[in-house]
């Protein structure tokens, strides 16, 4: 009896073991999937430059569901009965699509690039706190227990309530710097919205923003990649030596060596600068070297970065690059020369700080930042503008060893110093990659030698600089006679400093941080000169911080979206592909539906074809921000003669960098459709960016132009 109870109850529990585990294989590749998006959200989070705060707040909370979803599947004999139950594993795979709506949220929003997709700063809190009423939701319907306290959620209310502050003033003042292409596109938007009347001024101000920082930031960062992996060749503009007249003055050299004198000439009546430079005898290097200046061309619709003219070509065959005149030459020119004041010292602080953080929005690491390499301009007051790219690099680029190392010593992050500073061990260690971090180090010294109108560490050696600045120490910041200035002021500045300078990279704050606090010296100083304006308030310096089943009793094995993507590519598999799509629209997600729409107006599956349903599903997936569903839906209007809708969402694609939708936006203006005035210019600028994403139309219509990119 006693050998018959012990066989039949391990056989009971084997049977129930067995079915455990058969249930759960429905849930296993989406335990994978959460787990792996867990870890994606944690990583973007680290890499947060913007907004730290909002993104903090949601990543406490993906802990705690990570948390919820180790313990659900330790318990999973315990609770098999959620296993068994077919909605509990829609659910699940719904907090996987919330999960990813997360991280597409913390990648927009703490990257300056992303930013571009919301209004206004607040929106950026509105989506946060939808996105934590979705988890909650979803949580709760998986009876996940997690509880926040009162006093967790009044500090998650502060945190956002103070991204929201801080954004919305930093937004403000970045817009300032991008001055042409605010001009041209504003102008873009003024002949649109002579046509769709009926849309209010605030949403043209926005979308004009927002189309802004896109058309920049992405056509930049299109083209670099396109250079870099030499899938496009680029050509700088040319210019003709006979249209560069020359005058009798000089700029003195930006180092020591003669080749690179700078010299002044008059091109079509505008003061540029010369330098000559070096041509590689390597056809390829050239190549690459063309490239490069032609990305530095895009970079000119800042103007916290020196312009670009282009190429002139000597009958000898030397080259000339021809840039922007500096009126006063470079930034450590100029305090060699002159005492400068704290009203001086912040302003142009504050443009280096707005160049750098143009840079980081196209994904360009400077390298060399130093106040040599700084111009300044201006006729009334003092311009900065960011020079001297010789060593900018793609973000993904390895550091590349510099020649004269001693140059960039005192400025270079501690990090660095580890493997660049000597090259003999440097084979035997792990070099550490070159981040923003560095870039932030890098700028910190530069507010030293702004302020202090000296070289860093200008009596020390190379190798003495390299062991003081690794072992800690750094220079002092002994703010006294010729130095001294408003205390208030001076606290300030002296606390950017300390912070961009801090040992361990984390601990440097994201350079959208300087640009608030620099803002606030900047009203210090204005208060100090009118003393009888209200007094501006200071505040002190922080760190940003239809599926197979397994068996009637177990759920069905439901495949990621991403199955169903790749059974698209391959037309015999279309009906596999319908049915993955089916069954995650039917979960909510607004990819699937734009696929499902897409799968029913062209009679994918089955020849069934349903235009109504497909606009329908198309509108669902475009308000929730689908890029190709926006397209979709917006000629969809256009077929039912609504422009105005029409317009209205091919804008939408065309901020989201629809190649598509680009080209079509290009040729309203190329060809004056709709009732739009006709502007050539502007129509080849969006087929351009249209052509940059491999567009066929568009490099067909530049092809037949005779036109490059």
């Keep these: 009896m006693s050998e018959d109870f012990e066989v039949g109850g391990v056989g009971a529990a084997a049977n129930q073991v067995s079915s455990a585990i058969s249930a759960f294989a429905a849930f296993l590749p989406w335990f994978d999937a959460v787990n792996k998006v867990v870890e994606e959200i944690l990583n973007v989070y680290d890499a947060a430059e913007y907004n730290k705060r909002t993104c903090r707040v949601l990543v406490d909370r993906v802990e705690n569901v990570a948390t919820a979803i180790r313990k659900l599947n330790r318990r999973k004999e315990e609770e098999k009965e959620k296993f068994h139950d077919c909605d509990y594993l829609k659910t699940f795979i719904k907090l996987h699509k919330v999960l990813k709506n997360i991280k597409e949220f913390i990648n927009n929003v703490s990257q300056l690039k992303g930013l571009s997709k919301f209004l206004y700063a607040k929106d950026i809190k509105s989506k946060c706190l939808a996105l934590i009423d979705e988890l909650e939701t979803t949580c709760k319907d998986l009876q996940f227990g997690i509880m926040i306290s009162l006093e967790d959620r009044n500090l998650e209310e502060k945190s956002l309530s103070e991204d929201v502050i801080k954004m919305t003033e930093f937004l403000k003042t970045i817009e300032g710097g991008v001055t042409d292409a605010n001009n041209q596109l504003k102008e873009s938007h003024e002949a649109i919205c002579h046509v769709n009347a009926g849309v209010e001024k605030v949403q043209e101000d926005t979308d004009e923003i927002k189309i802004k920082l896109n058309a920049i930031f992405e056509e930049v960062i299109e083209i670099k990649k396109k250079v870099y992996k030499r899938e496009i060749s680029l050509g700088a503009p040319h210019i003709d030596m006979n249209l560069l007249k020359e005058v009798n003055e000089r700029l003195s050299s930006l180092s020591s060596t003669e080749s690179r004198k700078i010299f002044k000439r008059l091109f079509n009546g505008i003061e540029v600068a010369c330098k000559r430079i070096t041509v590689p005898n390597d056809d390829e290097k050239w190549k690459m070297t063309k490239n490069r200046f032609a990305i530095l061309n895009r970079l000119q619709q800042s103007d916290k970065i020196i312009k670009f003219y282009g190429f002139a070509k000597y009958d000898n065959g030397e080259f000339l ?389």
């Design 321 to 709: 690059i021809v840039f922007e005149w500096a009126k006063f030459g470079n930034l450590r020119e100029l305090y060699e020369r002159d005492q400068l004041s704290w009203k001086n010292k912040i302003k142009i602080a504050h443009d280096v700080c707005c160049g750098l953080i143009f840079l980081q929005g196209c994904d360009i690491f400077h390298h060399d930042v130093r106040c040599e390499n700084v111009m300044i301009t201006g006729n009334n007051g003092y311009n900065a503008k960011l020079a001297n790219f010789d060593l900018s690099r793609q973000r993904n680029e390895n550091s590349i060893k510099i020649v004269s190392i001693s140059e960039i010593i005192p400025w270079l992050a501690p990090e660095k110093m580890g493997s660049d500073s000597n090259t003999n061990n440097a084979s035997n260690k792990k070099e550490n990659p070159y981040t923003f971090k560095c870039e932030v180090f890098s700028y910190g010294m530069l507010l030293w030698e702004l302020a202090f109108q000296q070289v860093p560490y200008k009596s020390m050696d190379t190798m003495i600089i390299c062991e003081h600045v690794k072992a800690g120490k750094r220079e002092h910041l002994n703010f006294t006679g010729k130095f001294a200035g408003p205390r208030d002021v001076i606290n300030g500045y002296s606390r950017i400093i300390k912070s961009a300078w801090a040992h361990e990279p984390p601990e440097r704050p994201s350079i959208n941080v300087f640009n608030y606090e620099l803002n606030r010296l900047s009203e210090l100083i204005f208060a100090a000169e009118n003393p009888n304006h209200n007094d501006a308030v200071y505040e002190d310096v922080t760190d940003d911080e239809g599926c197979p089943t397994v068996g009637d009793d177990y759920p069905p094995l439901i495949p990621p979206l991403e199955d169903g993507l790749r059974a698209h590519r391959d037309k015999s598999k279309r009906e596999k592909a319908w049915e993955c799509f089916e069954i995650h629209a039917e979960l909510g997600d607004p990819v699937a539906k734009y696929w499902k729409g897409y799968y029913l107006k062209e009679g994918y599956y089955k020849g069934v074809k349903d235009p109504a349903e497909a606009v329908k599903l198309f509108k669902e997936a475009a308000d929730e921000n689908v890029p190709d569903a926006q397209l979709h839906y917006a000629f969809a209007m256009l077929e039912a003669n609504n422009v105005k809708e029409f317009l209205a969402y091919l804008n939408k694609a065309v901020i989201n960098g629809n190649p598509s939708a680009l080209f079509n936006y290009g040729d309203l203006f190329l060809n004056g459709k709709l009732g739009i005035k006709k502007d050539e210019e502007k129509g080849i600028r969006y087929l351009k960016m249209a052509a940059v994403k491999g567009q066929p139309k568009a490099l067909e219509e530049l092809k037949k132009r005779k036109i490059g990119l």
